[in-house]
Every structure is written in C-alpha cells, then in structure tokens.
C-alpha cells in the first residue's frame, strides 16, 4: 500500500481566516514534505520533516506553519494567507533513508484564497 | 546550483508510437532520478525511477536511461496509449544533512492522439 490520504480535497477561505491541512500515511515512512504547486509548474519543496523533526524549511513565509504530531501525520496550518498562496498543496512521503528515497504523493488539497 | 531542464514542454504522439522526455540535471550530487505522471486534479505519481549506479531501467513499455557523465536521464514510452495522455515531471533527488530534496523539471504535457 503506497497511499497518502489529504484532507480537504478542496478548501476555499479569506485572507483573515485560520484553516489547516492535514495528511496521513501508514506505510511507516519517517520522511513527510509538503509541497505547493502553482497551475502548470512543476511542484516546489516547502518543508521536509524527517522522524518528526523539522529539517527543511525553504524560507517559506511564516503565515504557513508545518507540524508533525507523529511519525504518521503531518498538518500545514495557514494564517492570513493572500490570494497569491491559492495552488494545489501536496504531501508526499519517504522512508527517511536520506539517500536516494522514493517520495509517494497524496492526491493534493486545492487551496483558493479569496 | 539546483537545476533540472526537461524538453520538450509539449509531445502530441499518433497511439502506438514512442514518445521519449529528456532532462538534464545540474547537482553532481544528485544520486536518484524518479519520473511522475500527473493527471488532472490528481497528485504525481511514480512511474520510474533510476539510481546513480544503474544505466538503464525498464518497466514493461517505460524505459528510463541515465548517463552520469553528461548528466542526462530520459523517458521513453512504447506503443503510447490514450490514457498515457498527462503531464510527466522528471526530477533529481539531492541529498540533505536530513532527508533528500527533489527538483523537478518543468514537466511535458504528452498528448496521445487515437
């Protein structure tokens, strides 16, 4: 079972709301990402965490704030975001062998700002 | 730096012909070469990968081949289907102090035509 569930598969919010994405893996991957991707572009890193410690941030800004309550989950909490972070937000998770580690995709969670 | 450039953007293909993506990575440290197929709406998923040490590697009609030296690594596609119709990211994993990052290419919209 190579399956990454996110939840909501849509979310649409305001610029003053406080809204969280969460995702789940039970293959007992110790690796989880979370990544934007823009319509038509390739997707981007924004966090890595590995054996639930934070070990990639790509200066992404602070109105997205990551966590991993435990090796299984993995949320991204958003705070006063603008219209320009709408995008599709994906997990992906790895063994957390560091080198050469396959990343498995969750199917996303389209995010509109208005 | 971090790069990955994939040609073409776009590959409209007659079904039954091959179709082949090309990328070129620049971190010599890159160590592992995954290749996702995007759907719409949906999340990337794994069709191949390749490892520094491998040259070639074959799956049924997907073949991925790498050559270090010139750091390219291809896609190629046998006997295309309508339903190979999709975006494909290839993308370079590079080693962290913790965890892996990948860069993706730009991707190629393949479109197969019945």
């Known amino acids: 079972d190579t399956e990454v569930t996110q939840t909501p598969k849509h979310l649409v919010m305001g610029m003053t709301n406080k809204k969280s994405l969460k995702c789940e893996q039970h293959?007992?991957?110790?690796?989880m990402y979370w990544y934007k991707q823009k319509a038509k572009k390739p997707p981007e890193l924004m966090f890595v965490y590995s054996y639930e410690k934070l070990s990639i941030n790509e200066s992404v800004p602070s109105r997205f704030s990551p966590e991993c309550p435990n090796s299984s989950l993995l949320n991204l909490h958003l705070h006063a975001l603008q219209p320009e972070d709408s995008a599709l937000y994906l997990c992906?998770?790895?063994?957390?062998?560091?080198?050469?580690?396959?990343?498995?995709f969750g199917p996303g969670t389209r995010l509109t700002v208005l | 730096g971090e790069n990955v450039e994939q040609h073409p953007s776009t590959l409209s293909v007659q079904e039954g012909d091959s179709a082949v993506i090309k990328c070129t990575y620049s971190d010599s440290a890159s160590n592992y070469f995954p290749w996702y197929k995007q759907e719409l709406g949906k999340g990337p998923q794994l069709i191949i990968d390749?490892?520094?040490?491998?040259g070639e590697k074959k799956d049924q009609r997907i073949a991925v081949t790498l050559n270090k030296t010139a750091k390219h690594f291809s896609l190629h596609i046998t006997e295309t289907q309508p339903e190979d119709s999709a975006v494909y990211f290839c993308a370079a994993s590079i080693p962290m102090e913790y965890g892996n990052k990948l860069v993706f290419g730009a991707g190629t919209i393949l479109r197969v035509k019945s």
């Open positions: 992906a998770s790895s063994l957390g062998q560091g080198r050469g580690d396959t990343q498995y």
């Open positions: 390749i490892r520094s040490n491998v």
């Open positions: 293959m007992g991957h110790r690796a």
